[in-house]
């Protein structure tokens, strides 16, 4: 979602967390219990032969998409740019994201992201019609996701996440890392005032308290529902709500970390935290209940005193309680 609104849990600025916890070479709920990870990618999926007529299931490809080469996704941002920059009408066109140029670089998996800047009053037509898009006769999918923001997907599966407004209506987004090719205004200033105020906006100090609060609750209410047959709600509290919280106390003591996004704690955390990730990673693959409990070990773990010890206590014996 390219205007900021609901982009996830916002890591902001805070010290790194005390540990009081066990060394790492202590073998952790997490680490004793991969083994038995089914989707854990050291532990590759077996199935058994499919029965006659029934619908057989396969682990997505790993490889990049062939067709997003680097020379074509920089093929179609300038024909992007050539597009748009004929047309009297827009005053902007600002690259977001891996799109860019900044930061970690566009691979075959990247979509494109940017803003249209239109005169206003120019912008409903610029979002309804997509026909202005490069290869848009490849066009599957065109929808409003947001009052500014449109998705459209090709064919080919390649992502296109933009936005369209007029210059006032600019000062709604929110933006890291951007580049604008195209300003026939004051689009560069402006944006430049957005960067400003979208920092001060995530670089406010996080309020560990509350996330901690809401990362325990999420494991409780989540396990409760799993344990009363309700296991998609279950699954979408435990490995989405609490571990969000989690990614961002863990990311807000690595305020400095170049591989942080301050708009999606989530995004990169591997490579920023290896460990901690593939613990994660390990943890998300086990049974509703039990990644609950993964979960809470390294929150415990990591967070050391933010964690109240009553509250922990509490929490797990609740989920050893439910555990089947």
């Known amino acids: 979602m390219l205007e900021g609104v609901d982009r996830g849990f916002s890591a902001r600025t805070a010290r790194a967390p005390s540990r009081t916890a066990a060394p790492r070479s202590q073998p952790s709920l997490v680490t004793a219990t991969a083994n038995r990870c089914a989707c854990h990618h050291r532990q590759p999926l077996r199935l058994q032969p499919p029965m006659p007529g029934s619908v057989t299931l396969s682990n997505p490809p790993v490889a990049p998409v062939p067709d997003m080469t680097p020379d074509a996704y920089a093929a179609f941002t300038a024909a992007l740019l050539t597009r748009l920059a004929g047309e009297p009408d827009i005053v902007g066109l600002v690259l977001l ?71 006032d209506e600019l000062a709604v987004a929110r933006v890291n890392r951007y580049r604008v090719v195209l300003d026939r205004a004051d689009v560069a200033a402006r944006l430049a005032a957005v960067r400003d105020a979208t920092a001060a906006a995530t670089g406010a100090p996080l309020d560990r308290t509350w996330h901690v609060g809401q990362l325990l609750t999420a494991l409780v209410v989540g396990a409760g529902r799993a344990a009363r047959g309700e296991r998609l709600s279950g699954h979408q509290l435990i490995r989405g709500a609490a ?82």
């Open 97 to 167: 994201g891996s799109s860019s140029g900044h930061g970690a670089p566009a691979d075959a998996h990247s979509d494109h992201d940017f803003f249209v800047v239109t005169r206003a009053g120019d912008q409903p037509r610029w979002r309804g019609d997509p026909s202005w898009l490069p290869d848009a006769a490849e066009l599957v999918l065109h929808y409003a996701e947001t009052a500014h923001g449109v998705k459209a997907l090709y064919a080919s599966g390649h992502l296109v996440e933009f936005a369209v407004f007029d210059l």
């Open 243 to 324: 571990v969000g919280h989690l990614l961002a106390l863990l990311r807000a003591g690595h305020a400095g970390d170049p591989l942080r996004d301050d708009l999606d704690p989530a995004r990169r955390f591997e490579r920023a935290m290896p460990e901690v990730g593939g613990e994660l990673d390990a943890a998300l693959c086990l049974p509703v209940i039990a990644a609950a409990r993964a979960v809470l070990a390294i929150a415990v773990r990591e967070l050391g005193a933010l964690v109240p010890p009553a509250a922990h206590r509490a929490v797990a014996d609740l989920l050893a309680r439910l555990e089947p």
